[in-house]
């Protein structure tokens, strides 16, 4: 069997991957790193794929709000508070600090960041208190993606493209390797890789594909958090998933503008269902308010009382029914001068056209033409003709993991020799994320782990002979596993399709204590029952048995957290609009997840708290 030897492997190809690999080639230049990626690298991945209304990078800048030297202390808090005082606080203070040095390497390589007057513009994103967010546009992700790449191809760095990292090999406590699998292949002798490293950096992204309804591309399947999870690290704030409302055609979010023009939300009977679920009572003026605040409070928070338009819609398709954005008609008795004069003042300044107060006042549409043309041409574009009266069906869907591995400042995992980046890693935000930081916290921290790496390698030397055997051992017991597979009860694909559903179901918008042991219990029959490799494949068979694990973990925690928070909607009864309170302080801790033996263990932690 031929073993890949590599000094540092990167498992895969995003953002937070890219700035890994290449911080440790930068760190020496004759280490041998890799990259193995389940899709082609700088293709796949949420970093070089995903698009929003405008995507931001947070940095506090020389000229960032509030000014001084101290700034960054502001946005550290952000993190921490407004992430709802369940992160590690000296992780925040980390990204604050290093965030103009990321944002500098970003711009350096050629990202194109709009500039005022040479100045980097910032505006203000969900949950933020000062506008810190850099951006290009829809496509700042990929931006920074295809400068990476430009960087990354500069450096004698080796590729494994196709290549899904399946399980972390061991020895003494320290992971020493990985096995793979060729997605493409299908015979199991043929598809496994084994790799041999000194070092792993887990920059696999997050698990969006657990849920039925997510915005993340194919291949997102939580196997960073698997792979550590089985290789004994601890993983924290696993609950806490963002979810916001966004176009089930075309991924896309509908926050910001989207909500500002004032659509009607309708289910597939064409009723405007949002006044059932607020109080008996509320003024039409009211609940218009609350869809136009939508827009600056796309994920679903508990701090953020517009939860009760996601929590609407969730309810509605659970009932089997089908929702639309419809931008043809105003809302019920809208008129334009019902909104707020704060929301007014929004409005103005967002416009870029100007169509008079009739047209203003006539279809969300013509305010959609007022405030962001773009996006109307932009689902025209796949296929949703919005001036021709067509509909946008949306949904709930998942889009970022808050929680992952837990890391320390150096983003080292609880396993030795196993360093975790990107949306893998956990600890660096709390219950809500304001928006900006997760790209942010690619570059850090993926710059902190490629170097920390880097350095332990070089210090410890990598004795790559005595380890050989053991690599070929699970490499074995990997294919054993395959072949044994086949008496499964499910094929793969509908076993995925089912596990998606009990998740959605009861770790979805609104969670209960009955429903989450429901969608348990139906999570270990399912498991009990197996599944085959089917024709997608066993990197596809592999991918479901990580979901499983993920989606257990979701639950479990979510299930112990009886209280809101953050994304993390906690009702009494499924009957209830209003969700459980937060509970402070005895909930301002953390749920840490780790394996002792068969078991899945959750502890309430004390997060790292400011000084
Ligand atoms: C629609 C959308 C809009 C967003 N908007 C913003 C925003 O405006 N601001 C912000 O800060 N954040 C935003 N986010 C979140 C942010 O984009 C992501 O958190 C970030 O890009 C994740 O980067 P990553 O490198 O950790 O993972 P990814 O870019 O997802 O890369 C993960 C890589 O790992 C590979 N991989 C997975 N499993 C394996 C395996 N087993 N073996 C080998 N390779 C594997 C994948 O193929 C992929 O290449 C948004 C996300 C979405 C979906």
Request: glycine share 10%.
């Amino acid at each position: 069997m031929r073993i890949i030897k590599c000094d540092i492997l990167v498992v895969g190809g995003g953002g937070a991957a890219l700035r890994a690999a290449i911080a440790a080639k930068e760190y020496n230049k004759d280490l041998k790193v890799m990259i193995a990626t389940k899709g082609k690298l700088g293709k796949s991945g949420v970093t070089a794929t995903a698009c929003s209304d405008r995507m931001a990078f947070h940095a506090t800048l020389e000229h960032t709000e509030p000014g001084g030297p101290d700034s960054w202390r502001y946005h550290a808090d952000d993190i921490y508070r407004i992430g709802g005082m369940v992160s590690d606080y000296n992780l925040a203070e980390v990204l604050a600090q290093k965030a103009k040095d990321a944002f500098e390497y970003l711009d350096g390589l050629g990202v194109p960041f709009v500039k005022k007057n040479g100045l980097p513009d910032q505006f203000v994103t969900d949950g933020s208190e000062y506008a810190r967010a850099c951006y290009t546009g829809p496509y700042t992700a990929v931006h920074i993606e295809e400068a990476l790449m430009r960087r990354f191809e500069e450096m004698n760095i080796g590729v494994l493209d196709f290549c899904m990292v399946a399980k972390l090999v061991k020895k003494h406590e320290r992971v020493i390797g990985a096995i793979a699998l060729d997605t493409r292949e299908m015979d199991f002798e043929k598809a496994v890789i084994p790799i041999s490293a000194g070092a792993v950096i887990l920059a696999a992204g997050g698990g969006g594909m657990i849920y039925e309804h997510n915005v993340f591309p194919a291949g997102m399947t939580g196997d960073g958090y698997a792979l550590a999870y089985e290789a004994g690290a601890e993983l924290v704030n696993m609950e806490f998933i963002q979810m916001g409302i966004a176009s089930t055609k075309t991924k896309f979010n509908c926050s910001g503008s989207m909500m500002r023009a004032v659509p009607r939300l309708i289910n597939d009977s064409g009723e405007e269902f949002l006044k059932k679920y607020f109080p008996e009572g509320t003024s039409c003026e009211e609940i218009c308010n609350t869809l136009f605040k939508k827009g600056a409070s796309w994920p679903v928070s508990y701090e953020h009382k517009t939860h009760i338009i996601d929590i609407a819609l969730y309810k509605e398709m659970k009932a089997g029914r089908r929702i639309f954005l419809d931008y043809s008609k105003n809302p019920e008795g809208f008129r334009f001068d019902m909104l707020s004069e704060e929301n007014r003042l929004r409005y103005r300044r967002e416009q870029n056209r100007d169509l008079g107060a009739q047209k203003r006042n006539e279809s969300p549409l013509c305010r959609l033409m007022e405030i962001n043309e773009p996006s109307v041409r932009w689902f025209s574009d796949r296929g949703i003709d919005l001036t021709k009266g067509e509909l946008i069906e949306v949904a709930a869907c998942a889009q970022h993991f808050q929680g992952g591995v837990k890391i320390d400042e150096h983003a080292r995992t609880t396993v030795h020799g196993l360093w975790a980046v990107g949306e893998t890693a956990g600890g660096q935000h709390g219950a809500n994320r304001p928006g900006g930081n997760a790209l942010l916290d690619c570059q850090v921290f993926g710059r902190i782990a490629g170097e920390d790496a880097a350095r332990e390698v070089l210090q410890k030397g990598n004795n790559m002979n005595d380890i050989a055997g053991l690599i070929e051992d699970d490499a074995i017991k990997l294919v054993q596993m395959l072949n044994s597979a086949d008496d499964g009860e499910v094929s793969a694909e509908k076993m995925r399709k089912q596990m998606q559903r009990i998740v959605e179901s009861g770790a979805g918008v609104v969670r209960t204590g009955e429903g989450l042991q429901k969608a348990l219990q139906e999570l270990q029959k399912l498991k009990i029952k197996r599944h085959f490799v089917d024709e997608h494949g066993p990197a596809y068979f592999m991918e479901n048995k990580n979901m499983l694990m993920v989606a257990q973990m979701v639950m479990e925690a979510a299930l112990m957290r009886d209280e809101s928070r953050g994304p993390h909607l906690r009702f009494a009864r499924y009957e209830d609009n209003t969700p459980m309170e937060r509970r402070d302080p005895e909930w301002g801790k953390y749920i840490v997840i780790y394996k002792n033996g068969g078991d899945m263990i959750l502890e309430k932690r004390k997060p790292q708290t400011p000084k």
